[in-house]
């Protein structure tokens, strides 16, 4: 205090509030209305030595691991730009192995309002394509919305052709990045690489920004409507 008094009785009179603005000043640009943001957690599928579904040509085409990456960043970085007061977090921005328990502990402990992990599909019925959604429990009202509008988004471009929602009981067995994510979850097929057409599809620049942008708009979807 004796500090303060000698400055302000040392100092020439319009120089006395000078030290007292500045500090206001300071603390009204620094004070900014605390907000919680938005935190999305995206997984691609798979990386490292786990390839999941393989190319049918590798000279031609991609693993899953890469197609789920490449679309993961773009859908990465649609939000990172056009959604406001969201954070992304990939699982891995590399091809590297995760498991799935470190999958789900990077969305546990990030306290995600949401987690997608993208994957591609196969089947040895090569005629069999389009997009497919799991989620654990249909009943959980946060998940069901989150997967409903990404099967809407989907079936606007009718060549995705979505098979719709899937949970554990319609499916016969858990998924692992489901069940243990403390979030509305859901595991996103986004077609089949066993599809020729398909994986001619996911392997291009074109179907993978395609792919990306409806998943950007069930996600803004999805904030809108829980007012996140
Ligand atoms: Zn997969």
Redesign the pocket.
């Known amino acids: 205090m004796l500090v303060v008094k000698k400055f302000w009785a040392a100092s020439p009179k319009p120089f006395r509030w000078i030290f007292p603005c500045m500090l206001l000043a300071f603390l009204l640009i620094s004070w900014q209305p605390v907000q919680k943001k938005f935190v999305v957690v995206i997984d691609p599928?798979?990386g490292g030595k786990d390839p999941?579904?393989e190319a049918s040509n590798t000279k031609k085409y991609d693993h899953?691991?890469d197609i789920?990456l490449k679309v993961s960043i773009k859908l990465a970085d649609y939000l990172a730009e056009r959604l406001p007061n969201t954070k992304v977090i990939l699982t891995r921005s590399s091809d590297k192995f995760l498991s799935l328990e470190e999958r789900v502990f990077i969305a546990n402990a990030a306290k995600a309002n949401i987690f997608l992990s993208i994957?591609?599909?196969?089947n040895p019925i090569r005629s069999i394509h389009g997009t497919q959604l799991h989620l654990h429990d249909k009943a959980s009202k946060e998940s069901n919305f989150l997967a409903k509008s990404l099967d809407a988004e989907f079936n606007k471009k009718a060549r995705r052709n979505s098979k719709g929602l899937q949970d554990s009981r319609s499916r016969g067995h858990d998924l692992y990045v489901l069940q243990y994510s403390e979030m509305p979850a859901v595991l996103v097929?986004i077609g089949f690489l066993s599809n020729q057409e398909e994986e001619k599809y996911l392997n291009s620049d074109h179907g993978q920004a395609v792919i990306a942008s409806a998943m950007f708009r069930a996600v803004r979807t999805y904030k809108a409507h829980y007012k996140m």
């Not at 994957?119 to 196969?122: I, K």
């Open positions: 599928g798979h999941g579904a899953e691991k789920c994957h591609c599909n196969s097929e």
